[in-house]
């Protein structure tokens, strides 16, 4: 499957997103809103005021979040030593090879748990079991950022990852789909299910379909998009 053009021309002028990542699929969309339809419902989900829902244009799984353009410019040079010049011309290059390692075929993905995100706890999200194309793809896109930072000056890129915010979470991938923000309730009771990573989690484990009207997400078949964000229309 060919990848969306990128509207690359012009990106530098603003201060366009860059990201690594990837959409649900018509179908997979629908069931995606039917749940976050289902929960709102759900009166223990809007204890403490209703959540933010996350409009259908903007439901995605991400794989290496980027940043503004501009905005990023402003930390690796000020780390670096790079001009701006040398920035375009890195980023270009950069662009180009996270296309190349996105995915060219959807990837299917179950889903594992719902839960909390955020120092708060107030993004809810549905986390999904990574799948090894996934984890691939996201190894590929990884090296592709190692390999501008490098380029910009950057000697440690672990280390400058780590510390910014842009990039914190880069290096581990924890697939997951964002639905709600500003959320303040009660997940609903969790289903029979193994925990994704072990131990103790604040979630809830979708297993096998239970048989007392329980929320039950479906798997998601995810397609590639753009590196560069699309501007609203």
């Known amino acids: 499957m060919a990848l969306p053009e ?14 690594a990542q990837m959409r649900p699929d018509a179908g997979s969309l629908e ?9 709102a419902a759900r009166t223990q989900v809007n ?8 409009p259908e244009r903007q439901v995605h ?7 503004k353009v501009r905005d990023v410019y402003a930390v690796v040079s000020a780390a ?13 290059a950069y662009v180009a090879a996270t ?9 299917l993905l179950e889903p594992a748990v719902l839960s909390r995100f955020g120092r708060h706890g107030r993004t809810l999200v549905l986390e999904y079991f990574p799948s090894s194309a996934l984890l691939r793809a996201h190894e590929r896109a990884y090296a592709a950022l190692e390999v501008f930072l490098n380029s910009c000056g950057i000697p440690d890129v672990g280390a400058f990852t ?19 923000r500003g959320f303040a309730g009660t997940l609903p009771a969790p289903v029979h299910g193994g925990s994704l990573y ?3 989690r604040h979630g809830v484990h979708y297993g096998s379909a239970p048989e007392d009207g329980s929320i039950v997400p479906a798997r998601v078949r995810l397609e590639s998009m753009p590196v560069v964000y699309p501007e609203a229309g």
């Open 61 to 67: 799984l991400t794989l290496i979040h980027f940043g």
């Open 198 to 200: 072990g131990g103790e």
């Open 162 to 180: 780590a510390a910014d915010p842009n990039f914190m979470f880069a290096s581990a991938l924890r697939p997951h789909i964002t639905l709600a």
């Open 47 to 54: 204890d403490g005021g209703r959540p933010r829902w996350v």
């Open 99 to 107: 296309e190349a390692a996105m995915p060219r075929e959807p990837i």
């Open 6 to 19: 990128s509207p690359l021309s012009g990106y530098l002028s603003g201060n366009r997103r860059l990201y």
């Open 31 to 39: 069931l995606i809103l039917a749940l976050q339809q289902a929960l």
């Open 80 to 92: 670096g030593n790079i001009s701006w010049d040398e920035y375009e011309e890195r980023l270009a």
